[in-house]
């Protein structure tokens, strides 16, 4: 490998957290992931990968990254998103923005969760830079994971990249992932007529409405439960959460509007469309009878829910690789996406979850070296 450029661990590891690239919906705080994917790109190609950047549409300061080495049909990608989420610096003991050393640990924003990643998975490539591979090996680099998903929603968009076997090294305590929830993220409004409150008769109050409304979604909620139920999650059924309810404006005027918020976890084998449209059939009789407009729309983009395959090569060698068994987890990850591109996909990376989105995020030293030998034998099995 003489000749080739190859920055060390800890000189990567440290400029990845120091570049910052906090992905928020909020406009304020949204910084964008550009540089991150340069400085990427610009390693990887030294090391010999052929790299593409992928702009996410209407997001100038957004790009996802594919570096492939080799070529041919399949291959394995080594996944993960470049973006972190916010951060309250006040709450922070080291500066979020530097790598620092402390108790056997990497502090700093990103390092678990999960720019450190590409760290480990640059330093495992080195192995088989000149190495003859009978299928490609792929680092894909992602845009907005923490917020909208823009950067898997244009890479299912763009049908990139075609690998055979994904890995998402999202934090899961070097535990392989098979299964997460989806998630939906709702608003009902309801539009009445305010008017005075001494004669019902003139106006449509559109708080009561909302309570008839409630009343029916948690049926609703029963049924589903009834319905769908996997024990590989803590929660075995799907869930709805009312989480907040916005309308009126005094108590001696009738209320005119009223907005609520909730969430829908779903199991796999569930739709989000599906659900979102029976859930209208049953709302909108309740409106008619109150002769008040309803309207059931996304707040944000739903997410899928995440099932591999039990069967999977891929889950089977991370299995006997790791020493544990597969299991699901509680948060989404940009996996139903690869899946979906028809990818068999494993969740698994060195961070725990504990550690991700907090003050003084931090990898463990003991995670670095188990998980580079992990995607090396990884490497050596789907790609040489
Ligand atoms: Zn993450």
Request: proline residues 7%; contains cysteine.
């Amino acid at each position: 490998m003489s000749g080739i450029q190859q920055p060390d661990l800890k000189a990567v590891l440290s400029r990845l957290i120091e570049i910052p690239s906090v992905s928020s919906t909020q406009p304020e705080l949204d910084m964008g992931n550009m540089p991150v994917i340069h400085e990427l790109a610009g390693w990887l190609e030294t090391m010999g990968f052929c790299c593409e950047i992928i702009p996410i549409p209407e997001a100038p300061l957004k790009a996802n990254l594919i570096a492939t080495l080799g070529s041919g049909p399949g291959g394995l990608v080594l996944a993960g998103h470049t973006d972190t989420v916010p951060y309250n610096e006040n709450l922070w003991q080291f500066d979020p923005f530097s790598l620092n050393e402390s108790d056997n640990r990497f502090y700093g924003l990103g390092i678990c969760d999960m720019k450190g990643f590409f760290g480990l998975v640059m330093e495992a490539v080195k192995d088989y830079l000149k190495a003859p591979l009978k299928a490609p090996l792929i680092i894909l680099a992602t845009a907005d994971e923490e917020s909208s998903m823009s950067g898997a929603r244009a890479l299912a968009a763009a049908g990139k990249p075609r690998g055979r076997y994904a890995v998402v090294g999202e934090p899961t305590g070097m535990q392989p992932v098979y299964m997460h929830k989806g998630i939906m993220m709702e608003r009902i409004r309801i539009l009445g007529q305010s008017g005075h409150s001494s004669n019902p008769a003139l106006g449509r109050n559109a708080m009561e409405t909302a309570h008839k409304v409630i009343t029916e979604i948690m049926a609703f909620r029963e049924e589903l439960a009834g319905k769908y139920n996997n024990p590989g999650f803590a929660v075995p059924t799907p869930t709805i959460n009312l989480g907040c309810i916005h309308g009126g404006d005094n108590p001696n005027r009738i209320c005119g509007h009223c907005d609520l918020d909730f969430d829908v976890r779903l199991l796999p084998g569930m739709d989000s469309r599906e659900l979102r449209e029976s859930l209208k059939q049953r709302l909108l009789p309740i409106a008619r009878a109150d002769n008040v407009k309803l309207s059931l729309d996304a707040i944000h983009e739903s997410i899928d829910p995440f099932a591999g395959s039990a069967d999977s090569p891929l889950l089977k060698s991370c299995e006997n690789l790791t020493g544990y068994s597969a299991k699901s987890v509680a948060f989404t990850t940009e996996a139903p996406f690869f899946s979906r591109m028809g990818m068999d996909t494993v969740v698994l990376g060195p961070g725990d979850i504990d550690q991700a989105h907090q003050p003084d995020e931090y990898l463990s030293m003991d995670r670095i070296h188990p998980t580079i030998e992990l995607l090396r034998s990884l490497i050596r099995q789907f790609c040489l």
